[in-house]
């Protein structure tokens, strides 16, 4: 159970994030959602939130901007207490990050940096800040990619951006054992969100493709994602940690 945890998710406006935030809230979970620059989507994911019953507000968080956590740690802490009374995080989950897309002879150094920058550095350096606003026992859960065990044309620096969270999260595993803390990564497979410009989502004939080639017959929803991730978070998952979960039904055997 996740109730009466306090969860933050990032990059929560929308996809992914927004159904993470969801399932959480579901789960009884109260749930700060980040956005970069979607404050609209961002306020529909706290407004759904609450039509349900649940407890959210939201707070801008460029997480490729590592000089803005200190500040940003600061406010998320006293708005907290302010809210809630509370002054720990129990859940966190590293979910905003970028896709940029090329072949090696079109990667540029601007691409390169600012994925590397956003979904590395930006999640290491986010960990970093708020694992002091962490209550022992706290969960961190990672969003990853099944591009790290599968290869596509294209996704190179994307990949090795996402598979250097993956080692990270390993390796944090066992520096923040001693508190409690577990860390793991989820690897979303296939799955029919706005992700890169929402191609999965409104190309029929990709979807179909990669779903012939799925075990379980089709693309992933994203609440199954979600759900996975909050039930990563719940205490049945409570001896699971540095592990790499997929996430995809099977794509790409």
Do not use: C
């Not at 508190?179 to 890169?196: E, K, M, Q, Y």
């Not at 990563?232 to 790409?252: F, K, P």
């Amino acid at each position: 159970m996740t109730e009466h945890r306090i969860a933050l998710v990032t990059g929560a406006n929308r996809g992914l994030g927004r159904s993470t935030a969801l399932a959480l809230a579901r789960r009884g979970a109260r749930v700060v959602v980040t956005y970069r620059g979607g404050a609209l989507g961002a306020a529909e994911t706290v407004q759904m939130i609450q039509d349900a019953g649940g407890d959210a507000f939201a707070t801008q968080l460029d997480i490729s901007n590592v000089d803005s956590f200190a500040t940003f740690t600061t406010e998320l802490a006293d708005e907290i207490r302010t809210r809630w009374g509370r002054t720990k995080l129990e859940v966190l989950v590293n979910n905003a990050g970028i896709g940029l897309f090329g072949r090696l002879e079109d990667v540029t150094v601007d691409s390169f940096d600012a994925l590397v920058g956003t979904n590395f550095r930006g999640t290491f350096f986010l960990v970093q800040a708020l694992v002091p606003h962490l209550a022992d026992g706290s969960r961190i859960i990672n969003v990853s990619t099944s591009l790290t065990r599968h290869v596509s044309p294209g996704t190179s620096v994307y990949s090795a951006s996402k598979a250097a969270v993956e080692v990270l999260s390993r390796s944090l595993a066992v520096e923040l054992g001693p508190r409690g803390i577990r860390i793991n990564a989820i690897a979303p497979g296939p799955s029919a969100t706005d992700f890169n410009g929402g191609a999965m989502r409104d190309d029929p004939e990709l979807r179909g493709t990669l779903a012939a080639r799925t075990a379980l017959g089709r693309v992933g929803k994203p609440e199954e994602i979600g759900d996975a991730i909050a039930a990563l978070a719940s205490d049945d998952m409570r001896w699971i940690t540095a592990e790499r979960i997929e996430v995809s039904g099977g794509a790409l055997l």
